[in-house]
């Protein structure tokens, strides 16, 4: 799967961006991977922690906020700026 600089090669678990290898854990890679197949439309906090964590997980805000910030240190060039991962402020993420 690709999307703009990041491609993931699921029966390896591997991600990549701009052709680097991301080492990620389990979690990070299933939220990467759900931003990735919605191919930069919105993901709603709702969604993103139903589909990683499960429906009795569906208002855990911080689990969530807490692996993009993860995926942020790995991913962007400078995660004080992201230009990858985007928050859509009270709705959820994009992937750019």
Do not use: M
């Not at 703009?4 to 591997?14: A, F, N, T």
């Not at 990467?32 to 139903?50: D, I, N």
């Not at 964590?53 to 911080?62: F, I, L, Q, T």
């Amino acid at each position: 799967l690709e999307h703009g600089p990041v491609s993931l090669d699921l029966p390896r678990h591997e991600a990549r961006v701009a052709d680097r290898l991301v080492q990620l854990t389990p979690k990070e890679f299933a939220v990467l991977h759900a931003l990735v197949e919605a191919g930069g439309r919105v993901l709603t906090h709702g969604a993103l922690l139903e589909s990683v964590w499960g429906k009795a997980h569906r208002e855990d805000v911080e689990y969530l906020r807490v692996v993009i910030r993860a995926l942020r240190l790995k991913l962007e060039e400078d995660p004080a700026r992201p230009q990858l991962i985007r928050n859509e402020p009270g709705i959820g993420y994009r992937l750019s």
